[in-house]
T-cell receptor, first 111, second 113 residues
């Protein structure tokens, strides 16, 4: 069974700090990896996707992928109170298979 | 584009009643997914369609749940009879192609008393 594991948190960081969110997955042949952000009472929204080993940067966000270790992470630099949300890691084995989501890590950025 | 539209946004019903949740996908999106989210189990895939055809319904919890997609513009998720453990937020999400971005509706919050 395909599994995606995340620490539930809450992860609390002070404003301006780097928040580091981690995710591991069980299916070694997984090909596509995504980070979704979900504010309380809202629906998930895509913030990052990554497909190959290494780092991918987009503004204050950096996604990191290590397929050998089956590990994906999301770094948020200069964290803001508006970043407070639940971050969902999602994994896709192939292009035609649905996303499998982790349960999410709740991030709280303290002003 | 109006995005994925779900109705109702909130539903409170009593155990044993039938519940029908509705979804209008983004025009041109070939894939439609129904997810259920709870605190305990997170976001679980119930069923998904490709070009209106059900592809995988292995996530549907039991026979009380059924889903249909009669055309490219409409899908329903039905629970009959409903039970308190069905209380959750049900999301419909659509995708234009296999590896494209998944767009979520605002969800239907179901409470079964």
């Amino acid at each position: 069974q395909k599994e995606v594991e995340q620490n539930s948190g809450p992860l609390s960081v002070p404003e301006g700090a780097i928040a580091s969110l981690n995710c591991t997955y069980s299916d070694r042949v997984s090909q596509s990896f995504f980070w979704y952000r979900q504010y309380s009472g809202k629906s998930p929204e895509l913030i990052m996707s990554i497909y190959s080993n290494g780092d991918k940067e987009d503004g204050r966000f950096t996604a990191q992928l290590n397929k050998a270790s089956q590990y994906v992470s999301l770094l948020i630099r200069d964290s803001q109170p508006s970043d407070s949300a639940t971050y969902l890691c999602a994994v896709k084995v192939t292009g035609n298979t649905p996303l499998v989501f982790g349960k999410g890590t709740r991030l709280s950025v303290i002003a | 584009d109006a995005g994925v539209i779900q109705s109702p946004r909130h539903e409170v019903t009593e155990m044993g009643q039938e519940v029908t949740l509705r979804c209008k996908p983004i025009s041109g999106h070939d894939y439609l997914f129904w997810y259920r989210q709870t605190m305990m189990r997170g976001l679980e895939l119930l069923i998904y369609f490709n070009n209106n055809v059900p592809i995988d319904d292995s996530g549907m919890p039991e026979d009380r749940f059924s889903a249909k997609m009669p055309n490219a513009s409409f899908s329903t998720l039905k629970i009959q009879p409903s039970e308190p453990r069905d209380s959750a937020v049900y999301f419909c999400a659509t995708q234009s192609w296999g590896d494209g971005e998944l767009f979520f509706g605002e969800g239907s919050r179901l409470t079964v008393l």
